[in-house]
């Protein structure tokens, strides 16, 4: 497919996401409201997709002047059930139109010891690193292919590109990073190639964003192991939920229309040594 004349007006606007809407899956967490919060200032409506929308509302309660009330909206939906995906897509297609890009970042696990975990906690933590960024992808095709374009973007990890320092943890093994995790993240960018390289001709970009060491704020509490995360990263601090969020924003804006089946890794240098 040819690529549209380039114009003045095209660099001025490469970023600007109005008009374009946004299915994002774990959009209230930790790292999920810097990313919506990103999206949203750029201009584009997000349609987050979770569980609770007290847990919702409560996460984007102290958001500042950003207009959230107009262009950040909550559908429910567990990302575990594929009927749930699919009624959630239908009614956010009926509510706000096709959407033009799909963020995978939801996440669950059990378990966490390497050498202990029951097969069934095992099956679930790679379901819920790459099990449900699947689902969501398939479910999400007819849209992108009804718009006759789109982006989708999976969050996997750094420990989908490196194995963990295990030194790091051995004072803190509350924060053990369990054998699942990383495996399901490692087949997460794997499954960003396999689809950008079947999409591709239909004008879908599929990438994939790697983030490294942000620890949450109960996580930070414990100064002794946010040394051992800071000691190993070039820049020297952990990263901060914003510090992800231009990731977000490039991969679904025009800027990136001729970037597809990347990992982009934001891990302050975690991953260079």
Known sequence: MA?????????????DLR?????????YGH?????????????????????SEAAFAAAFA????????????FLACDVADTAAVQAAFRRSRELYGLPSVLI???????????DALPDADFALGLDGSV???????????????????GKIINVASMYGVVAPDFAAYDAHPQFLNPPHYGAGKAAMIQLTKYFASYLGPENIQVNCVSPG????????????FEGELRQRIPLERVGEPQDLAGAFVFLSSAAANFVTGHNLVVDGGWTIR
């Open 3 to 15: 690529a549209a004349p380039l114009t003045d007006d095209f660099y001025r606007t490469m970023f």
């Open 19 to 27: 008009g374009q809407i946004v299915l994002l899956t774990g959009g």
């Open 31 to 51: 790292l999920g409201r810097a990313i919506a919060a990103g999206l949203v200032a750029h201009g584009a409506q997000v349609v987050v997709l979770g569980r």
């Open 62 to 73: 102290e958001t500042g002047p950003l207009p959230m009330g107009a262009a950040l909206h």
């Open 104 to 114: 995978n970042n939801a996440f669950y696990s059990r378990g966490q010891q390497p």
């Open 131 to 149: 099990g449900t960024a699947y689902r969501c992808l398939r479910e999400v095709l007819p849209y992108l292919r009804e718009r006759g374009a």
């Open 213 to 224: 060491a942000f620890p949450s704020d109960k996580v930070r509490e414990d100064t002794a």
